[in-house]
């Protein structure tokens, strides 16, 4: 009672304007965050690696991957479960999940020779996956306990037709300590035209335009300005950043199944989530046919570091970094 007491009380006084509570921004990096993560390719086929990327950072913006003591530990559960649950069929079939507890359906991704933060799903794990359901070499494969034939064939269709959505998971430790998780929603399918990820972003201040793309930049997790010289803003400006208008040339269209079982057409749509080290947006999303958003940049002079975070509305991630120089 005491607990649910002090809990009014403290509800009370939060309304009531007697507590001033000030939170910051999700757009302000000012904690160690996991600001996105994507799938290469989003929609997977069999036969193919699944290559995944984490963004984390630190409190200052900083990479948080080159910071001392930190591990990441990449899973991905392959049980039958989840693959039955993420087709929406997990109700009509009896099998056991052991990713939970560690089973051997949980798959740790390969990390050797990658550069940090990245991270391989490998094309055999999918193939003994994919062998498990359809057989390899013209043999049809035993019936997994607890599943029909008429189940199995079902599963098979939502993989060819439309995909199966699973997860990875990134933990990220810091001298043994967990500090940071996240999850990316991927597909695995058979289907002949998979989605893929959004292009690296371009996006303007005041029209002066900075890219990742190719021919601009060399790493399409950087945007420089593509005319060469530095980003430099006066402190507490408004400035107006506006994403290239050339959605319509990579969003895409997928299949799903409705509710009532039908199969229709979606189209992707774009988004945009934007970070900063300081100042404030005014929106923390935008989306395609209203995408500019105003930052008001920091009142100190000083760096800064900007992040555009571009996401399809399906599974497609792409995201770079831009650092400018605020001045008097």
């Keep these: 009672m005491r607990r649910v007491a002090g809990l009014i009380v403290a509800l009370a006084l939060l309304s009531g304007g007697c507590i001033d509570i000030d939170f910051d921004p999700i757009s302000i990096v000012a904690t160690k965050r996991i600001l996105a993560i994507s799938a290469d390719a989003p929609e997977s086929q069999l036969g193919q690696d699944v290559m995944f990327e984490v963004l984390a950072v630190d409190e200052r913006g900083r990479n ?11 899973t991905v559960c392959l049980s039958l479960a989840q693959v039955f649950g993420g087709a929406g069929l997990g109700a009509s079939v009896d099998v056991e999940d ?19 933060g990245r991270a391989r799903l490998p094309a055999a794990a999918l193939l003994a996956f994919g062998a498990s359901l359809m057989g390899a070499g013209g043999e049809p494969p035993p019936l997994p306990p607890g599943v029909s034939q008429d189940q199995l064939q079902a599963l098979l269709g939502v993989i060819a037709v439309v995909g199966v959505p699973l997860r990875a998971r990134v933990e990220i430790f810091q001298d043994g300590a ?19 990820a959004p292009p690296p972003p371009r996006f303007s201040f005041d029209g002066r335009f900075v890219s990742a793309r190719p021919g601009v930049s060399g790493d399409p997790r950087v945007c420089v300005a593509e005319d060469g010289a530095p980003i430099e803003l006066r402190a ?13 040339d990579w969003v895409e269209s997928y299949p799903v199944f409705n509710l009532t079982g039908e199969l229709q057409t979606n189209m992707e749509s774009a988004f945009y989530n934007w970070f900063a080290t300081g100042g404030a947006f005014g929106r923390d999303v935008t989306q395609q046919g209203d995408h500019d958003v105003v930052w008001t940049t920091p009142e100190t002079p000083g760096a800064a570091s900007v992040w555009i975070v571009v996401r399809d509305g399906h599974l497609g991630t792409s995201w770079c970094r831009v650092d400018v120089t605020i001045a008097q």
């Design 64 to 74: 948080l991957l080159a910071a001392p003591g930190i591990e990441l530990r990449w």
């Design 98 to 116: 052991t990713c939970d507890v560690g089973g051997p359906d949980l798959i740790a991704l390969e990390t050797d020779g990658l550069p940090p």
């Design 178 to 196: 967990l500090v940071l998780e996240g999850l990316k929603r991927f597909a695995i399918t058979t289907r002949a035209d998979p989605t893929t």
């Design 236 to 248: 507490a400006a408004d400035v107006t950043l506006s994403p290239s208008d050339d959605e319509d």
